[in-house]
């Protein structure tokens, strides 16, 4: 019999054999789609009393919130992927303190992940599951111990889902990242370090003062100008117990806007007068046109990097603080500064560049110890660290003094401009400082220079005539 090609039969048949093919094709993306996404469950024991939290993959690490355990510890389960893929897994738990939670134990984990199948596991006392094993974490201070145990559940890696998740959120190694197609006109940013400007400088804007009038023609050379903002601007808000607290009125503002694109928000001091005040200011520098970077009305916000595009190159400019007290770090639904975690901060750098496009990036730390000449092994490793995820160039400020430089893998660190405008200072070295002028291009830094800064016992900043450091890769 033969069977002609409009045979309904045939055509019946091809039908049902398209549909098999697919199914067949489709059933591992309906398989991918429909699988469980994998939960780490930890139980939380404190006191003889336990609670229980899960975490499931997110694809940033400020997307978890602390928890409060029994009002003395605090726990921060992050898993940190994308549907069956998990990048890492960082446990970290805090003690309550008067400054706020502070970080007393960090415990990461990276697949492929210890957790040994069923029937290797039976007999031995432990969840098929188990990630952690029972912990004990013990604070000297408060005299208590806090437990947890962590298992991971419904955990199935898939290597394309690895590969792709891999591929959009983790930076270019910086020694190998191709530089971008861009100008050949470079881009010049200005940084000055800590300016607090209630008291005398508030008192001399006031009058109709400007205390950074005396560098006018650097700054208005710079494409980019930036300093730290170590007060809050605002109205509003009660000091908090600490021994020096500032707050500026906001006819500070304009005479900042006069000389600076942006300002840097990440410091111990955003937060002298509480979280209203401190949203007050964000919205008080909007009005005025000055950006910021390292604060925000949520976390997020406070992570977002800052992009500042000129000459067709984009930069991103991101502001994290290290010294306490950390009570002021922004949370999920809270107003705040960025802190710095060098995971958060790794990521934050890989998304300026893979989701802002960003050319250079470079972080400001607010960091060290006060009065230290030389910066100490933290700031080095943090820096380091920085660097390898993929910043150009790393800044520092908060000692109140003039730090080393140094570069690594040919990218500048500069630990500590020192001061500003600041009138609580108790020595010489206080009142020495540093601007810093970095020289900008699609490859990063190309040149960069210091200039000397002497700051009066007003807190007000003139320029100096003495040697400062300067380098160039050209």
Known sequence: MTVGAGDPWLRATARVMAMFAWAWLALPAYASA???????????????????????????????????????????PVVVGQGQHIEYIALSTYVDTDEGPLLVQQNKY???FAVAPTHLRKGQGKSPSSLTGQQFVYAGHLRREFQYHCTLQGYRPSPHAAQSFASSHRARPAANRIPAAGPTQRVSLVFAGDMALDDAAGDFIAKGGDPLAPFADWLDSADIRIANLECVVATEGNAEGKIYTFRAHPRVLPVLRRHLDAVTLANNHSGDFGRAAFAQMLGLLQEAGLQQVGGGRNLREAHTPLIIERHGLRIALLSYVEFMPRSFEADTDAAGVAWSEDEQVRYDIAQARSRYGADVVIPFMHWGWENELVANSRQRQLARTLIDAGADAVVGGHPHVTQDVETYRGKPIVYSVGNFIMKETDNDNQRRAWMLRLELDASGVRAWQTRAVDIGMDGLPHPADRPTPRWTRD
């Not at 139980?43 to 694809?59: D, E, I, K, M, N």
């Not at 940033?60 to 029994?70: E, G, H, I, K, R």
């Open 34 to 76: 429909t699988a469980p996404q994998p939960t780490l469950h930890c139980a939380l024991t404190y006191a003889g009393s336990t609670q229980h939290v899960q975490a499931t993959p997110q694809p940033d690490a400020y997307s978890t919130p602390l928890v409060d355990v029994y009002g003395r510890f605090w726990f921060k």
């Open 110 to 112: 990276h697949p492929p």
